[in-house]
């Protein structure tokens, strides 16, 4: 697999995993295959791949932590397509944790699936937002503050 394919491949297998979120968050192929460690074991091992697959390639994992010495050493990071795919990775699945979170919270607290749509949306492209749009639907709907569980 090239990096192009398993970038395509990475856009197109995350799809149903939010579609099943988005339109059938409490049936038993979501419990089973989404909100659970499935979709997670999966990235894993896709991760370890592209982990492997640039390491055979001569990539200096250790050029990673210049991103601390500013914006323009990150910018330089991303202009890497062995460091960029890792980081979409890692977006693609933080993004879906959170998307799954959500769902499991407002079942646990009887939030209709409707009430949730919009902030799972907002999470799929841009993961603070959405929990931040979520976490004031879920101060309504659960009639409470709380800034921990």
Do not use: M
Request: aromatic share 26%; proline share 3%.
């Amino acid at each position: 697999f090239t990096i192009d394919t398993i970038y395509l491949w990475l856009n197109i297998g995350i799809l149903p995993f939010w579609i099943v979120l988005l339109f059938f968050p409490q049936s038993k192929i979501s419990a089973f295959f989404v909100t659970s460690i499935f979709p997670f074991f999966i990235f894993a091992a896709v991760y370890c791949y592209l982990i492997y697959y640039v390491l055979n390639s001569g990539y200096n994992f250790f050029d990673n932590f210049s991103l601390y010495l500013g914006i323009d050493e990150l910018l330089k990071l991303f202009s890497d397509k062995y460091f960029l795919i890792l980081f979409w990775l890692h977006f693609l699945t933080i993004n879906l944790f959170c998307g799954c979170w959500i769902v499991k919270d407002s079942q646990k607290l009887l939030i209709s699936k409707i009430a949730v749509f919009f902030p799972l949306i907002i999470t799929y492209f841009i993961g603070p937002l959405g929990i931040l749009i979520y976490w004031f639907v879920r101060i309504f709907f659960a009639k409470r503050i709380s800034l921990y569980d």
